[in-house]
Structure formats: C-alpha cells, structure tokens
C-alpha cells in the first residue's frame, strides 16, 4: 500500500520483488474507469474522493429545520465551501505545489465544492423565502438591505454555476470563464449578509489577490514569436522565446491581441529545447471561435511578419503526477493535438538523458484522423529520435502513429486489429499503421519486452480513447508490472 501512495510523489521505477498481489488488486479496483458513457472519463478512486466530500456535506447539513435559526446552517455551509473553493481557484495552487497534488485533481475539486456552494446557498435561500411566504413576511424581508445584498450574492453564484455546466463551459469557455469573476460580487455580498465571514472568505481571496497581482506583473514580460506555422486539419503552431521553462506536461494561457485583448485560453506546451535560449513550441488547434480565429492570423513562417505578432504567455502551471526524471518505463498516449503532454514528457526525458545513465524506454501512441495530420509535430519528433540515437544516450524511443481515417461505417472503437502499413518514408522514426489501435495487445507487447519495471502513462485526449487506453494499462497490471496512470480529456 505504501508503494502505492508514494507514486503521487515519486515514481520507484525498479523493484526486487513482485507486487504483492492486494496492492496490486486494490490498484486495479480504485483505477478502473467507470463503464457508463456518461461517466467513463472517470474512474473508482474519483467516485470515493466525491461520496467523501458528499458525506461529508451531507453530515453537517442534517438539521431539523423547526427554527427560523436553524436555515443558517445552510448559510454557514455556503461561506465555509466557498472559502474553501476560493484556495482551491489561484493558478499557482498551494494545494498542488506542497502536497504535489496534479491540476486535474484540484480542479476536480474545484468543480464539485462549488457544487455544494451552489446546492447549500439554493437551500439557504428556498426555507427562509417558504417561511416568509407562510407567514407573509416576505414583502418586509426584501426591503431589508441585508437581505437584498443576500439574494444577489445567490443570483451571481447562480449564474456561475449554470455556465460552468459542461454544455457551456465546452461551447462558450469565454461566457464561463468571464462569468465567474461575479465571484467577486458573491463574496462582497457574503461578508455583507452574514456574520464571521471573513475568516471563511478571506483567506482564499487574498492569496488569489497575490496569486492574480503576480500574474498580471508577469504577463507583460517580453515574449519573441520566433516563427508561426499553419498546418492543414487547422492547427498553428508557435515558436517563441522569452517564455519562463515549463515542466513536462504542464500548461500556460495565451493572449493573442489581434484576436482578442480581453481573451486567454489554456494550451499544453508541446515542447522546450533545452538551448541557452529557450524556445517553447505552443500548438493550438481550431476547434472553437477563439482558436479558429488563431487560424486566420498573418504573419506565418520565421519572417518578420511572425516576429511582429504580439502574444502574451501567463505560465506555466500545473503539477503532474510522477517524476518522470526518474521514470525507466514511461508510456504515452495522445489523440490529435492530445499528442502535446506527451512530446513535452518526451523532450524532457530525452534532453536529461545525460544526467542519468540508467536505461530507460519511452513509448509513444498518436492517433491522427488524417495522414496529413502527421506533418503537425513531425519535425519534434524527429528532433527526438536523432537525441536518442546520440552516442551515450541510454533512452530508448519508439514513436506508433495510427491514422484512423480509412475507417467506414463510422465504427467508434477502438478495439479494431491495426492493419499494418509500410513506413512511408524509412528515414522517419515512426511505424505508420491505418486503422484504430488494439490498445491491449500495444500494452502487452510493451510490458513483455520491458521486464519487471514499472511504468508511468500519460493520456490525453477524446474520452473514448482515454476510456480504452486506461482500461488496457489496468487491466494489463499485475505483480510484476504496474501501469500508473495520470489522463487528461478534452472533449471535441
């Protein structure tokens, strides 16, 4: 159990022994993803951390409601998740940086506290407006102040939680995301209607005033556009400098001012060369009306039409789950543009590699839609491979693309036997395949050939596929290898 809980942490890449077996069972039980396709980007150890929270909520809340009185419990509750959501909402977590907790984590989190937020404050407001309306107060109580103030503290926390439902924060991030700065109103209108307020509220706010002060103190340092490349299936890629050095995995905010002043949205960085200057690639892909408008900006290739592109880069931010430093078995998985967490977990590696002179292997999966969606980070890739065939490098990299658009009949799975292609050119440092992967005959093969090692996997991607490949590594865990595993979905 110890050696389980550790790889929040760290990542014991060798062992002496096998797993004992009800470590390995208990880590295959809390890791396996749920069936539902509602529910399948989440997975047992999700649904324990929220019948926690939610019993926990649920316990304080039991209350007879015979009193008047007895509606401010739902009062408190209201203050006390807030406050505690508002710790979990800087960009800079304190949560993330000294438990080494990963950013899908909190902002898991983040989601369902605001949910009770929402739920105890609805409750709240619905017992007294039902008494006042029984006892015909209810023309009295709106013309107090305070409960004016109350009323809309719970109409801007309303409307924070409806746009943070999936169906508008997927669709209309910019209406999400500006919406919820009406946190500000909630809170003000919180202190103001309650009593003791601000030993619940104001801890959480003023470390998201530092965290916020220090971000616009750092957006504004010089960023360089080294070069700006345009790719077909609508993706742009970035080059730039001047950019602070990201950790693998990890994400910035990007404000392109010929697009939007007001507009930032969240990116992987795809990759950092390990250089005297550093030059961070950011690949942004059209998916909606913010980053299709990325698509139509002029200045593309490495002239002066680039370099005279502004762009803004707060970041980067986010925690992952391993050391990947000290990873020997490292498996990643990325679905189109999904494909970014795992070069920059690549390019670290490999760059590194020199430090330490223990073997280590790095299997990379990319499913593309279409043969032209290659072309978008062939070039990292092959700047990969050439460092792993460096003399002295002790790191191993094998690179599998499947292009899944010779499909018909619109077959969504994924458990379709690849068919095997020749490469299309022998110089590229990847095997080509058409057809969806078979993700449990990839693990298997990768676990057969790796010894008793165990491996850290990155996903990111559709759910379907994050469903499929997390399901493979779990399923293929036992004594002598187990597949941890850290996801990250987007949704199309």
């Not at 007294?128 to 107090?144: G, L, P, R, Y």
């Not at 005033?209 to 970035?238: N, P």
């Not at 998916?287 to 990325?294: A, K």
């Not at 900006?297 to 005279?308: C, E, H, R, T, V």
Request: hydrophobic share 45%; aromatic share 12%; glycine share 6%.
């Amino acid at each position: 159990m110890r050696e389980l809980l550790l790889t929040s942490k760290y990542f014991v890449a060798t062992r002496k022994s096998r797993h004992w077996w009800p470590t390995v069972w208990l880590y295959k039980l809390s890791s396996f993803p749920l069936p539902s396709n509602l529910l399948r980007e989440y997975h047992i150890a999700d649904v324990l951390r929220f019948l926690v929270l939610a019993a926990l909520n649920i316990a304080f809340a039991i209350n007879e409601n015979q009193y008047t009185t007895d509606y401010k419990l739902y009062g408190w509750l209201t203050i006390a998740n807030g406050g505690l959501n508002l710790l979990l909402a800087t960009r800079s977590n304190l949560f993330s940086i000294v438990l080494r907790l990963p950013s899908p984590v909190i902002l898991q989190y983040h989601r369902w506290i605001g949910t009770f937020t929402f739920i105890h404050a609805t409750t709240h407001v619905a017992f007294n407006i039902m008494h006042d309306i029984e006892t015909d107060q209810i023309a009295s109580q709106f013309e107090s102040p305070r409960i004016q103030v109350g009323i809309l503290a719970w109409i801007c926390l309303s409307f924070m939680f409806l746009s943070s439902l999936p169906i508008v924060r997927r669709r209309l991030f910019e209406v999400f995301y500006y919406i919820h700065f009406l946190f500000f109103i909630f809170m003000v209108g919180a202190l103001y209607h309650t009593t003791n307020g601000p030993e619940f509220l104001l801890p959480g706010f003023s470390l998201w005033v530092v965290d916020r002060a220090l971000r616009v103190w750092h957006d504004f340092r010089k960023i360089d556009v080294e070069s700006v490349q345009y790719y077909a299936g609508d993706l742009t890629k970035f080059k730039v400098t001047g950019a602070w050095r990201a950790q693998p995995g990890q994400i910035v905010w990007i404000q392109l001012p010929k697009v939007s002043f007001l507009n930032w949205h969240p990116f992987t960085v795809a990759q950092v060369t390990n250089d005297d200057k550093p030059v961070t690639t950011i690949a942004i892909r059209g998916l909606g009306s913010y980053t299709r408008s990325v698509q139509q900006l002029p200045g593309a290739g490495n002239g002066d039409g680039a370099k005279s592109l502004r762009l803004r880069v707060d970041g980067p931010y986010g925690i992952g789950r391993f050391n990947w430093a000290k990873a020997q078995l490292v498996v990643l998985v990325g679905g189109g543009v999904g494909i970014t967490p795992g070069l920059s977990i690549a390019s670290f590696i490999l760059q590194n590699a020199h430090k330490d002179a223990t073997s280590k292997q790095v299997h990379l999966l990319w499913i593309v839609k279409d043969k032209s969606h290659v072309a978008w980070f062939a070039e990292e890739l092959k700047q990969l491979y050439a460092l792993s065939q460096q003399d002295g490098c002790t790191v191993s990299f094998s690179v599998m693309i499947h292009v899944t658009d010779s499909l018909s009949g619109g077959d969504s799975t994924l458990e379709m036997q690849p068919k095997e292609t020749n490469s299309v050119d022998d110089r590229l440092p990847w095997d080509l395949h058409t057809g969806r992967p078979n993700m449990g005959a990839w693990i298997r093969n990768i676990k057969s050939n790796s010894g008793a090692v165990d491996a850290c996997v990155n996903l990111c991607g559709p759910a379907m596929l994050l469903y499929e490949a997390r399901k493979a590594c779990i399923s293929e865990s036992d004594a002598k290898t187990i597949f941890y595993v850290e996801d990250e979905v987007f949704h199309l």
